[in-house]
């Protein structure tokens, strides 16, 4: 009993090991496979120092096979001869009925493929000095989708501004209620009743009362 299950185990490990090396070679492998796409573009950049070689490797997904393109660049050669140099030995070495090759702006040469799934295209090798070579995919990528936003019946109202300290002005004086109304009669001062003996002024001559009582009469 005791051998049986230690043979159960050493088995069991054993397809652990087995299963753990599959998924790590199947890792390593999408790791190391070249991206796809339906066209590429390719730049050069710099002055060759030397002659030498550029090596290319096209892996088509629909033939599910590989191709290597080769080209010579001469010493002295700018960036705008090598991708001259890239162009025309793309357009000898692919088949023109399955790959397009066409010069794009300045540096730069455009790679494309409408028969088939997509294709993938890298730089292995290149012992050409002081020369610059980037591959990169020219597949536009759409926009993300988004759906259209409507906009609320009622737009937001925007809080306003409370002015600083200092910034508010009085505010107006109250005018008359009615401006065409004529102003009140202000009744002028009354003067004190006079004291006994003394006449009122504006009275006659003397200073005496306007109308003195009549005299007694005589005996």
């Known amino acids: 009993m005791e051998f049986r299950s230690s043979k159960f185990w050493v088995v069991l490990f054993a397809s652990a090991v087995v299963w753990a ?19 590429w573009n390719i730049t050069s950049s710099g002055k060759a120092r030397s002659s030498g070689e550029l090596r290319f490797r096209l892996s088509d997904q629909a ?45 730069n040469v ?36 988004v759906p259209p936003q409507q906009s609320p019946a009622n737009s937001p109202a925007i809080p306003s501004t409370p002015p600083a300290p200092g910034d508010a002005s009085p505010p107006p004086a109250p005018g008359p209620a009615n401006s065409s109304a004529p102003p009140a009669t202000v009744p002028p001062p009354q003067s004190d009743p006079p004291a006994p003996g003394e006449s009122l002024p504006g009275s006659g001559e003397g200073g005496g009362p306007a109308s003195a009582p009549p005299p007694p009469p005589v005996d």
């Open 21 to 39: 090396t599959l998924v790590g070679a199947g890792a390593v492998q999408a790791a190391n496979t070249p991206p796809v796409a339906d066209s």
């Open 110 to 145: 455009q790679l494309s493929s409408d028969r088939s799934n997509g294709f993938s295209l890298e730089l292995v090798d290149s012992d050409v000095d002081d020369v610059r070579v980037v591959v990169s995919s020219a597949t536009p990528v759409p926009p993300p989708t």
């Open 63 to 107: 033939n599910d096979d590989s191709i290597e393109i080769t080209v010579f660049v001469l010493s002295g050669t700018n960036e705008t001869g090598v991708a001259s140099s890239i162009r025309r030995a793309l357009s000898t070495q692919l088949d023109a009925q399955r790959f397009d090759v066409e010069a794009g702006e300045g540096a």
